[in-house]
Nanobody, 118 residues
Framework: VQLQASGGGLVQAGGSLRLSCVAS????????MAWFRQAPGKAREFVSE????????SYADSVKGRFTISRVNANYATYLRMNSLRPEDTAIYYC????????????WGQGTLVTVSS
């Protein structure tokens, strides 16, 4: 499975961005798609997840109420809509996917940089 993330950029605090991630290849074997982020000097952290069956979603507490993950036209792709952005949201954002039996996300995209200026 290959993942292509896009949509990052520079935005002022309070602004919005929408990230996209498209999966290709053996997508039928995947179970969910998630977004993670890694800020400079920090560990990678979970942001949001969407499970294909039923479009169930979950969010990190730090983004709950500001970010929304959604599926793109029933395809193996998601949007991550990010509103009310804060400087602490600055990071490289990665999308990832996994199979039903996989405990961890094991297919990763290349990352897209989001920079929020104060």
């Amino acid at each position: 499975v290959q993942l292509q993330a896009s949509g990052g950029g520079l935005v002022q605090a309070g602004g919005s961005l929408r990230l996209s991630c498209v999966a290709s290849g053996r997508t039928f074997s995947t179970y969910a798609m998630a977004w993670f982020r890694q800020a400079p000097g920090k560990a990678r952290e979970f942001v949001s997840e969407l499970i294909w069956n039923g479009d169930r979603t979950s969010y990190a507490d730090s983004v709950k109420g500001r970010f929304t993950i959604s599926r793109v036209n029933a395809n193996y792709a998601t949007y991550l809509r990010m509103n009310s952005l804060r400087p602490e949201d600055t990071a490289i954002y990665y999308c990832a996917t996994k199979g039903r039996l996989d405990r961890l996300y094991n297919y990763w995209g290349q990352g897209t940089l989001v920079t929020v200026s104060s």
